[in-house]
Nanobody, 126 residues
Framework: QVQLVESGGGLVQAGGSLRLSCAAS????????MGWFRQAPGKEREFVAG????????AYADSVKGRFTISRDNAKNMAYLQMNSLKPEDTAVYYC???????????????????WGQGTQVTVSP
């Protein structure tokens, strides 16, 4: 079955960096749009970043533009989220998601992703 496993979360001070990884199995990775979402306590899950099948197109939430970078390695079935200049408001559980049928403007649409990981906690201290 499809598995998405996130790693790389942890505790970091404001201004620091983390790199999240998402290991995918059980699917044709290169045929799937990949997304990163996050959910803070008491808040809805929100879009963070997404990347097209080939990596040619990316999308970011306004709150992370210029600080976060999404990438993928189709040869390794891996997606990544490099997070720089972290802020306390970035604290959340971060989820990796995949879907084989998303295109362009659909990338930020949470409800359109078919597969989800279990999440990894990111905590940014002041």
């Amino acid at each position: 079955q499809v598995q998405l496993v996130e790693s790389g979360g942890g505790l970091v001070q404001a201004g620091g960096s983390l790199r999240l990884s998402c290991a995918a199995s059980g699917l044709t990775f290169s045929s799937n749009t990949m997304g990163w979402f996050r959910q803070a306590p008491g808040k809805e899950r929100e879009f963070v970043a997404g990347i097209s099948r080939t990596g040619g197109n990316t999308a970011y939430a306004d709150s992370v533009k210029g600080r976060f970078t999404i990438s993928r390695d189709n040869a390794k079935n891996m997606a990544y989220l490099q997070m720089n200049s972290l802020k306390p408001e970035d604290t959340a559980v971060y989820y990796c998601a995949a879907d084989p049928f998303l295109f362009g403007s659909e990338i930020p649409q949470k409800g359109r992703y078919r597969y989800w990981g279990q999440g990894t906690q990111v905590t940014v201290s002041p």
